[in-house]
């Protein structure tokens, strides 16, 4: 295993090797193991010794325990030991605290009434913010996950499990796709990756229609089809309505991110003439360190020079990726969902509210407000459709189908990713 860690620009490798396993075998008969474990031994890296032990230890036949255990010793000796203890040992017991509500809430996710079905996914996308995410939750669920990339050598991946296409030209194997259970679509041009320009826009146009009207298309012709295709879509579809609360029945915007949205959704028709049930999740702006709208604003919030956008009265309709995660399961297994699903926190805010509270999670002031004219000067008309729009978004259809969210409220949640 090797990872880049470090603080800002200073960086440095950590390499460690997967060492102590102990996994007994379980026979047909015999009663559930005591406990599992193995470790995490660094070769290379900050730590003169470090040793994580990962021990999980059974409690009853239908629960666990987690354990992490740290041996780890600093650098420079009895100075290191000195200056550096305190902070790590406060750092270490946020992040396995953070780290062991990830898992419970994983578990949870996929413990519901229908968690248990173990399924064949086909994933577009799966590289991206979302998709890196998506994958191993699901294959840690027991799933068979296969990943469909654009033109690109499956080798170069290392993965037996990929299949290649090319939306571009319409190429698209129908043999490879025959035998899932269901498709996962996320792939599209990254939308806030630089000014809107013409060429830019038929980009992010023509990636997210082409590339769902070729997949629906090829689907809609299977011998053995899919039960369902979980396509993404955006609450951009719309548009910026300032106050108005927006469920699944409320009409589409006239800007550029909506119509994008809207050939979107059109895009999985064909799927849906063939009896595949199709879901289009409007997905909501997605919170996570890793990526994403969070990650850019959380440094200049640090460094206290956070503020509101614009005059802050557009609302936010925001979702942690976690989150998002059960509603692509919920999706999964929920055959009364179908066709277009919010996919946000039931609680909007506003970006006053939203920039009140990051600071006050960060323990920082954020009097140092971004002016809509100084957004669309850097931006253009991105700055428009993602800085300054508005979406009051309410998610009616997953609240009729039971879903529970974890983080229904903004401080919570930024608690969570924040490890505040």
């Not at 012709?221 to 579809?237: D, E, F, N, Q």
């Not at 890793?290 to 440094?299: P, Y």
């Not at 297994?333 to 990051?358: C, E, H």
């Amino acid at each position: 295993m090797e990872l880049s860690v470090g603080v800002g620009p200073l960086r440095q490798r950590w390499i460690a090797e997967h060492q102590g396993f102990l996994v007994p075998k379980v026979g047909q008969g015999d009663t559930i193991p005591e406990f599992w474990q193995f470790q995490d031994v660094q070769v290379r890296g900050p730590f003169a010794h470090w040793i994580h032990t990962h021990k999980v230890e059974a409690d009853g036949n239908d629960a666990c325990y987690l354990e992490d255990r740290i041996e780890y010793a600093l650098p420079w000796g009895r100075i290191g030991d000195w200056i550096g203890n305190p902070v790590m040992t406060s750092k270490l017991k946020r992040m396995f605290a953070y780290r062991h509500r990830v898992t419970a809430n994983d578990v949870a996710y996929h413990s519901g009434p229908e968690g248990d079905q173990v399924m064949k996914i086909l994933v577009t996308g799966s590289t991206g913010f979302i998709g890196s995410a998506l994958v191993p939750f699901l294959t840690t669920a027991g799933h068979q996950v296969s990943r469909l990339f654009r033109s690109m050598s499956t080798k170069s991946h290392g993965m037996e499990e990929a299949i290649s296409w090319n939306p571009e030209e319409g190429v698209l194997d129908l043999a490879s796709l025959e035998g899932f259970d269901a498709v996962i679509h996320l792939a599209g041009e990254n939308i806030a990756s630089g000014r809107w320009t013409s060429q830019r826009k038929t980009q992010i146009l023509e990636s997210r229609s082409k590339g769902t009207r070729l997949l629906s298309e090829t689907l809609s012709r299977l011998t053995h089809p899919p039960k369902v295709l979980i396509s993404a879509s955006a609450i951009g579809y719309y548009g910026d309505r300032g106050e108005e609360r927006l469920n699944e029945q409320s009409s589409p915007g006239s800007d550029f991110l909506a119509k994008v949205c809207q050939e979107w959704e059109k895009g999985s028709t064909a799927a849906s003439d063939a009896g595949i049930r199709v879901v289009n999740l409007r997905i909501g702006i997605v919170l996570s360190t890793t990526g994403g709208a969070l990650q850019r604003m959380v440094t200049p919030f640090r460094l206290r020079v956070g503020g509101i956008i614009g005059n802050g009265s557009q609302f936010m309709s925001w979702i942690v990726l976690d989150e998002l995660l059960g509603v692509i399961q919920h999706a999964l297994v929920t055959d009364q969902l179908k066709g277009p699903i919010n996919a946000a926190s039931p609680n909007p805010v506003t970006n006053r509210q939203f920039t009140k509270t990051l600071g006050r999670v960060l323990g920082r002031p954020t009097i140092f407000p971004f002016p809509a004219f100084a957004a669309k000067l850097a931006f253009g008309e991105m700055a428009e459709a993602l800085l300054l729009s508005s979406q009051r978004i309410e998610p009616q259809r997953l609240l009729q189908t039971g879903y529970a969210f974890h983080f229904p409220e903004l401080e919570g949640a930024l608690r969570y990713l924040l490890g505040k």
